[in-house]
């Protein structure tokens, strides 16, 4: 038996994302290769890297079909020769495009490439149910998998998030609370520039330069809304991530290309799990996810993890994996999360590291984190965790 191939290190060098916008919204017009080619121009930009000189492109996008991945390349200016493929594991599509996109620097195929994801639900094409005849009037699916035709029942995750505060007795209020503090949050974000180098304005002015449901409510505004399941839950409008379009991609190098770089600042992966729950505990994956990866480095004290960016579904999830991995939650998402900027599908992972590379590596000051976590839940309940460190010299 031939001995096992030699890996190499594998470093994040650039990530940047564009604003998120509402379905219908900010990015209405924009098909899914319009809302990625400039942000993976600005990444190499950012890295010093030429277009044609990336090797891959992975792209995790759960809405497209086909493989988009391709377009996205073409669109964005790299070489006709350069591979593409897209990757679909639903909202964790993004961070498994990075994850793999790692892996294939990591065995040696490529030593430069661009991996994210995008996702335009704006402009995605409609899913219809075959016919079980000619005469039959065509009905639409949803994005759920294994939805149903003319399905009027929420989504799943959703009523899992209500079965699971109630089981965990998170108070309307509670979530409510969290909600507000993500806008708060966001806010203060803002105001600090703190995603000025992050988001990519795909045109020039100021709706392009922010999230556009990053709004300021007060409580009264939040307690107002009415439950999204029945008169007595919890889960509202106010506290529940929705559906946007966006992208986020980031560069991945090899430790070769990187020292002819100039070593600059990079984030390296520590470790990475995925893990499936059952449906009924669909919020809680992102928190088995976690625990898979911590056994595998059973050294590691989780107060080192000075960031966690949790791409939520609901305050009521965001609150539960705080609690359940012993996390403070002044650590998770501490720029707003999904329910302040939205929820952008097969591009939320992506949008993850993206964030992480903003705390770890592209802010200034001696009190920048050292390593992070990435969690996020998928439809269909998987969980996939990522730990970053920062490599600065």
Same mark, same amino acid.
């Not at 073409?74 to 909202?91: H, M, N, P, Y």
């Given at each position: 038996m031939p001995p096992p191939a030699a890996t $190499? *290190?594998?470093?994040?060098?650039?990530?940047r994302r564009s604003?998120?916008?509402?379905?219908g919204g900010l990015h209405k017009s924009r098909r899914v290769e319009e809302l990625a080619a400039p942000v993976i121009a600005a990444a190499?930009?950012?890295?010093?890297?030429?277009?044609r000189e990336v090797e891959e492109v992975i792209v995790g996008?759960?809405?497209?079909?086909?493989?988009p991945a391709r377009l996205i390349a073409?669109?964005?200016?790299?070489?006709?020769?350069?591979?593409?493929? $897209? *990757?679909?594991?639903?909202?964790g599509s993004g961070l498994e495009a990075i994850l793999s996109a790692i892996r294939v620097v990591q065995c040696g195929d490529a030593e430069i490439v661009v991996a994210g994801g995008a996702e335009s639900i704006s402009n995605a094409p409609w899913r219809i149910a075959k016919p079980k005849s000619l005469h039959q009037i065509p009905r639409f699916l949803g994005l759920e998998p294994g939805s149903q035709p003319d399905e009027d029942e929420p989504p799943q995750e959703l009523e899992a998030a209500e079965a699971m505060s109630q089981a965990l007795g998170l108070s309307r209020g509670e979530q409510d609370a969290w909600a507000l503090k993500s806008h708060l949050r966001a806010a203060a974000?803002?105001?600090?520039r703190r995603f000025v180098g992050e988001i990519v304005p795909l045109r020039g002015n100021a709706e392009e330069a922010r999230d556009q449901s990053a709004v300021e409510p007060d409580l009264e505004d939040l307690e107002k809304?009415?439950?999204v399941l029945s008169p007595e839950g919890s889960l509202t409008a106010g506290n529940t991530s929705t559906l946007h379009d966006g992208s986020g991609f980031a560069v991945i190098v090899s430790e070769r290309q990187w020292q002819r770089l100039g070593q600059p600042p990079a984030l390296r992966l520590l470790a990475s799990a995925t893990q499936g729950v059952g449906p009924d505990r669909d919020p809680l994956a992102p928190v088995e996810a976690a625990r898979k990866l911590m056994t595998r480095l059973p050294d590691l004290d989780i107060a080192s993890i000075g960031v966690v960016e949790l791409s939520e579904s609901s305050a009521a999830q965001a609150i539960a994996v705080g609690r359940e991995l012993g996390i403070d939650a002044d650590r998770i998402n501490p720029d707003g999360g999904a329910v302040v900027r939205g929820h952008p599908h097969g591009a939320a992972g992506a949008i993850l590291v993206v964030r992480l590379y903003t705390h770890?590596?592209?802010a200034g000051g001696a009190g920048r984190p050292q390593r992070g976590l990435a969690l996020v839940g998928t439809r269909g309940g998987m969980g996939l965790a990522a730990l970053f460190e920062a490599t600065r010299r």
């Open positions: $190499t *290190v594998a470093y994040v060098i650039a990530a604003a998120l916008g509402r379905v190499l930009a950012d890295a010093g890297i030429k277009p996008n759960a809405s497209e079909g086909g493989n073409l669109a964005a200016g790299l070489a006709e020769t350069c591979a593409a493929s $897209t *990757v679909d594991r639903q909202c974000a803002r105001e600090a809304l009415p439950p770890l590596v592209r």
